[in-house]
């Protein structure tokens, strides 16, 4: 069972439009969301989080928002370039007794920014 | 600061063979967490390594295994390999110690396997 789901595989924008790449989860359990972004042969490297006592957070062209009561989060690029043309993955984390932290990812979505 | 190294790039097996794969993290960091990567799944919690104990593990049979040494770096084995093994093993590092949450995370640029 997919605790972390990103539902579309890909998604074509065009440059200096906004690209929304969206996220679901399942496990109330999740305090904290990351947004991680993956260029073919190199690994995924971190982009944005947000904790869940926030709805928003902010850096630069790129915005994370959560939807707690929908268990929904999105990535906002605005304005996008083609250099975000890369697989982008979502991520969740939270307390789990006995445990440490562990990321559980999403499968990912291939961001096209067209010139 | 050099980043998370990882070894060999790309790797070919056949079944029933047996792996190992190294990953050396970031200098300083002593958390070293592994994930399996195919098309459609996303990345897959293996397992992680903090100071030379394992303490957490992902849902994957016992054929996956790791351990870390002393300096940090770490190995994964992957016994009686499967066709469904194929995939990109993704190591990370972080400097975040136990208890105090996760971190944020530094990937390697993984191992291609491919079980024939």
């Known amino acids: 069972d997919q605790q972390v789901k990103q539902n579309s595989p890909s998604l074509s924008v065009q440059e200096g439009r906004i690209s929304i790449l969206n996220c679901d989860y399942t496990n109330s359990m999740f305090d904290y969301f990351l947004w991680y972004k993956k260029y073919p042969a190199e690994g995924p490297t971190f982009l944005i989080s947000i904790s869940s006592i926030k709805d928003k957070n902010e850096d630069g062209r790129f915005t994370v928002f959560l939807n707690k009561s929908a268990k929904h989060l999105s990535l906002h690029i605005v304005p996008s370039q083609p250099g975000d043309s890369a697989v982008y993955f979502c991520a969740a984390t939270g307390r789990s007794r006995g445990s440490a932290r562990q990321l559980t990812f999403g499968s990912g979505t291939q961001l096209t920014v067209l010139p | 600061k050099a980043g998370v190294t990882q070894t060999p790039r790309y790797l070919i097996k056949t079944r029933g063979q047996q792996v190992t794969l190294s990953c050396s993290p970031i200098?300083?960091?002593?958390?070293v967490s592994w994930y399996q990567q195919t098309p459609g799944q996303g990345l897959q919690f293996l397992f992680e390594y903090f100071s030379e104990t394992q303490r957490n593990k992902g849902n994957f049979p016992g054929r996956f295994s790791g351990r870390q040494f002393s300096n940090s770096r770490s190995e994964m084995n992957v016994s009686t390999l499967e066709l469904g093994d194929s995939a990109l093993y993704l190591c990370a590092s972080s400097s975040r110690g136990f208890g105090q949450g996760l971190g944020e995370q530094y990937f390697g640029p993984g191992t291609r396997l491919t079980v024939t």
């Open positions: 200098s300083g960091h002593r958390s």
